[in-house]
């Protein structure tokens, strides 16, 4: 194998399956907007992503196992592992809402549990009985809230797939996703409490405020299309009925949570860019930002539905174009990055001569 692929493999980010979740998520949002050329183009991209993301996994496991070891017991990238289950869980969504494939869907649904067992348990055991720990500025950052993604993911995905089974299991597979959506959201309160005791009490320069940050938004968006979902499906289980003021009630407290953030990480943006002057380049955790101003927008069209609020619609399109822009832009970087690596090493060395 080439050196230059050996170095891909080896330093492979985990959270690198944030760009099937970011596509996915984009494509999802133009359906809802009817850009239906628009979504489709990005399912079938999707696919191919998803499967080239895992085959650098398995490479990198095969070859390089000690390295993705030290990833999983590593506090800054080992939360990084569960955009695995996330990236699963919307790549099946858009199976359901493309082309009502609930087979493909329920086979990636079951995956993503397991997955979301594993890494989790695994994941947060490591971390708990290491010897030598970082200190919570060092350790800390807003790829932890992928722990909430993958959670909700689940909660998402059930909620899709339950019209599919038979009406008596609609009770056990709700109970499921709405205990999934009140453990991620315990989650989001455990982790953003440290994070913004970081972002608050510990100096933060422009390098560290990385695109990942802006999860903070996207799991409260991500919380508030699971809720959504589950106030619309309430129907195919009645006992939801009764707990109907809880879920509204929460619902809006996650879209109201995730909205306070956009103009807090716009301004740290300019801060970073425009102040400090840190210059943009394409890197992998761009995807960490687009994901959560198109999941921003997915939410926000399905509040819209539960709860009749028609004045959020063009909030939601608003956001669906700024995803679609902003996926653009940084796969224009991921393609202009892989060009510039693919070059051989001798046209590279003429060219800053």
């Known amino acids: 194998m080439h050196p230059r692929y050996r170095q891909l493999i080896e330093h492979l980010s985990p959270a690198d399956f944030a760009i099937v979740m970011a596509t996915g998520i984009v494509s999802i949002a133009a359906y809802n907007a009817h850009y239906n050329f628009i979504a489709k183009s990005l399912f079938f991209l999707n696919n191919a992503l998803y499967l080239l993301v895992w085959l650098l ?24 592992f569960l955009s695995l289950v996330a990236a699963t869980n919307v790549l099946a969504v858009q199976y359901v809402l493309l082309y009502q494939n609930h087979y493909v ?41 992928l722990a909430i993604v993958a959670t909700q993911s689940i909660a998402i995905l059930t909620t899709f797939i339950l019209p599919y089974f038979s009406a008596e299991y609609h009770t056990e597979l709700s109970f499921f996703a709405i205990s999934m959506w009140l453990w991620g959201g315990m989650q989001y309160i455990w982790m953003m409490t440290l994070i913004f005791w970081r972002y608050n009490f510990v100096h933060m320069g422009p390098d560290e405020l990385t695109p990942p940050y802006w999860i903070n938004m996207g799991a409260m968006a991500i919380s508030t299309l699971a809720g959504s979902l589950l106030i619309q499906h309430a129907p195919d289980a009645p006992y939801l009925q009764s707990l109907m003021p809880f879920l509204k009630g929460f619902t809006v407290f996650f879209w109201a949570s995730a909205t306070w953030w956009i103009p807090l990480l716009l301004i740290l943006g300019f801060w970073r860019h425009f102040i400090k002057r840190y210059p943009v380049r394409y890197t992998p955790l761009f995807w960490g930002l687009v994901f959560p101003m198109g999941m921003y927008s997915v939410a926000t069209r399905q509040l819209n539905l539960a709860m009749q609020f028609d004045f959020l619609d063009s909030l939601a399109q608003t956001f669906m174009y700024a995803a679609l822009v902003s996926w653009v832009i940084t796969f224009y970087g991921l393609l202009h990055k892989a060009a510039h690596w693919l070059k051989p090493q001798g046209e590279k060395q003429h060219q800053r001569h």
């Open 57 to 80: 996994t398995i490479l990198r496991l095969c070859f390089y196992p000690r390295q993705l070891w030290a990833d999983l017991d590593s506090h800054a990238n080992g939360l990084g």
């Open 105 to 145: 869907a329920t086979i990636l649904w079951v995956l993503g549990i397991i997955w979301w067992v594993i890494l989790t348990y695994l994941i947060f055991s490591l971390l708990t009985i290491k010897e030598k720990k970082p200190n919570l500025a060092q350790g800390i950052n807003g790829a932890w809230l």
